[in-house]
Each structure stands twice: as C-alpha cells, then as structure tokens.
C-alpha cells in the first residue's frame, strides 16, 4: 500500500449546486502534488463529496508515482527494474521488466516511425552529453560550453533504435549496443498522464483535468456548466503581464507544448534549451515554442518534441495527416501559425 498522499495534498473547494437534475450536488475541487516527474502536477475535478475527490486524487497520484519509478532513468527503486536498470546492462543482457515498460518502448519506436526518427528514445548516449554540459553550464555560468562536435558524431553512432529489442514472450528488454542508452523524456510523462488519467476516469473520474507539469489531459467537460474545460497556452514570454498567449476549449483532449524556455543555459550569451534534433545534434532552432492538440496525451508529448525538430512546411504536412490532430508553431520573431482545425478550439 503506498503512503497516503492527503497531507501533502492542497485540496480547495468550489461549489457550484447542480440544479439540471435537482438532487445531486456536485463540487469542483482542485489539488496538486509536486514530486512526480519532477514537476508538478494539478488535478481539476467534480465529485460529490470532498472524500471522494480525494479518492480520486490518490488513485491518480498512487498511479502516476509507479509509472514514474519505471520510467526513472537516474534513480533505482528497491525491487524495480525500470529504465535505468535497462540502460545500466546495455550490452549485457536482457531485463525483464513490466509490461507498462514494454509498452511505452513500443509506444515510442511508433512514434518514431512517425517522426521519421526525430523523436528517438534510443537518443541517450547523445542527449547525456547534452544534459552534461547543460548542467555543468547552469552551475558554473562563467565557463559554460558548447558539446564538441566531435564527441556528439561519436556518440550518436550509438542511437539506433532498432537495437532497442523487446521481447514480449519473456517480457524483456536488451539494448544489444553497449555504448547505447534509453532516455523517455521526451515521451515518458505525457504517456504516463494518459494512463493515469484513463485509470481515474474508469474509477469513475468523469469530470476533471490533469497536468502534469503542463501535459494536460482533460476527461470529458465541466460537470457543473456542460463547458469544456479552458486550457490556457502559456505566452513564451515570461516578463509579459499576459500569462495565457491562448485559451482552448477542451473536452476529452490532450494539450502538450514543448518550448525553449522550459530548460536551457546560456553560452556566450545565446541560450541552448534541450531538444536535440537528431540530424544537426543541435538544439533545434526553428520554433520558440510548439503545441499539440489531440486525445491521447502521450501522443501529444511525443509529437511535441518530434515537431518541434522539423521546419513548418514538413511539420504542417505531418500534422494534417494524422487525423484529429492540431499544432500550434510560434516562430521566434513571434509570429504564429497553425493547422487546419486548430482555430475550432481557441476561445480568445
Ligand atoms: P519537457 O519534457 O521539458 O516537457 P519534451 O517533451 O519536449 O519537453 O521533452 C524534452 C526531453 O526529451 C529532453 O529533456 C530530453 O530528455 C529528451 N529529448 C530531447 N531531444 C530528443 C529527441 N530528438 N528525441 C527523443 N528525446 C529527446
Ligand atoms: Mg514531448
């Protein structure tokens, strides 16, 4: 059983009597939890009583904690053998593992495909340099610098997906290049918000939003006023008094964004954020920020990242072929645009 969450939940109460039906009164409460994922996660949602929303909010915490434990590539957990454990006997031998595992492995070489390569969760020998040298940079401004070129070539010999080889009948996973690792950051949290959002939901969570550290997913619409739910796209510009650039109606739909802001360090007074296009192994330099829109969060987590590596005009194609999908591109000089259907979900 795990520890209960309740204390370090902030549970507030809104309520607004349900008077379409004349007996049930249901309340919006709200909660959040920070050390999942490293970031934090929100839960917005109707229940009858405080008690229950709770319930709820544990069901989801409890959920999202374990995918969090298997999908760890820094930290070991007693008795788990999560994504770290894999990466720690690359060339060694296979690990067996949980089936939530294999299926986010499997989750991902789709998205791959998809992506043509530019979201690859086999990209981990190349993106620790990155996290490396990013780290190093941000705790020592004065002698920040650059990855050379020469170790990422070397080091993204060592990013083939396909030697990534799961197998299902013993539920294992052997990464067969010793030099390789996994890294799910791009994929991992959206995958695991849809999981846990879809689990509370047959627990009977029918009314509600979930963040994750700003992957939202939202289940169905407001209980109260049949509204979908209002999902704000956060302006870039974090020294504006603006906060939301956009506010989207959502009803049983996914927002992911992924943006130069949320990590980066500076070198010689440029910034370097950390999503690394697979070909240049060069933050990509093409958008500020990038939003997806469509229902499976996890696949809005993986596009985020893949789309934000590829120029508009190859973007745009991939995005309106995937149906009931929309991206949202703001340029760095601030310009906007986005696909066909992405205007029906913009309130203001
Ligand atoms: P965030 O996790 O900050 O919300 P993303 O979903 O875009 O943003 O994921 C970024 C993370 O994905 C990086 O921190 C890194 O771990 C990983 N990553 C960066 N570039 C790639 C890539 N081309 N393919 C796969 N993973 C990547
Ligand atoms: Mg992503």
């Known amino acids: 059983m795990s520890k209960k969450i309740i204390a370090c939940l902030l549970i507030t109460v809104f309520i607004f009597p349900l008077t379409a039906c004349g007996t049930t009164e249901l309340k919006r409460y709200d909660a959040s939890f920070l050390e999942l994922f490293d970031t934090v996660t929100t839960i917005t949602g109707y229940a009858g009583t405080k008690e229950e929303f709770t319930e709820y909010a544990q069901i989801i915490y409890d959920n999202l904690k374990e995918y969090h434990e298997l999908y760890d590539i820094y930290n ?48 981990g020998a190349v993106l620790k340099i990155w996290h490396d ?27 083939d997906i396909n030697k990534v080889i799961i197998d299902e009948k013993d539920s294992t996973v052997y990464l067969e290049d010793s030099e390789m690792s996994l ?17 509370a939901y047959k627990k009977g969570f029918t009314s509600g939003s979930l963040s ?49 802001y949320e990590r980066y360090y500076t070198v010689d007074g440029k910034q370097y954020h950390h999503i690394i296009d697979p070909e240049t192994l060069m933050p990509a330099d093409y958008f500020i920020s990038l ?18 590596n590829i120029p508009y005009e190859q973007g745009l194609e991939l995005i309106e072929k995937i149906p009931d999908t929309e991206a949202l591109w703001i340029f760095k000089n601030g310009d906007v645009k986005y696909s066909s259907d992405f205007e029906s979900y913009i309130t203001k």
């Open 76 to 123: 070991d957990y007693e008795g788990i053998n999560n994504i770290k454990i894999i990466n720690d006997y690359a060339g060694i031998k296979p690990v067996k593992v949980d089936q939530r595992i294999i299926d986010l492995l499997k989750f991902a070489k789709e998205a791959y495909e998809l992506s043509d390569g530019k979201v690859n969760i086999a990209f």
């Open 183 to 199: 890294d799910v950051g791009a994929i991992a949290k959206g995958y695991a918000t849809e999981q846990a959002a879809d689990f």
């Open 291 to 308: 939003s997806i829109v469509c229902r499976d969060s996890g696949m809005a987590d993986a596009l985020s990242t893949a789309v934000f």
């Open 212 to 260: 994750v550290g700003g992957n939202v997913r939202t289940l169905e619409r407001k209980a109260d006023s049949k509204e979908a739910w209002k999902i704000g796209i956060q302006n870039p510009d974090s020294d504006s008094d603006i906060k939301n650039l956009y506010i989207l109606d959502l009803e049983n739909l996914s927002l992911v964004t992924s943006g130069v």
């Open 133 to 159: 040298y990013r780290t190093r940079g941000i705790d020592n401004p004065a002698e920040a610098e650059l990855p050379p070129l020469d170790i990422l070539e070397e080091k993204s010999l060592h990013t």
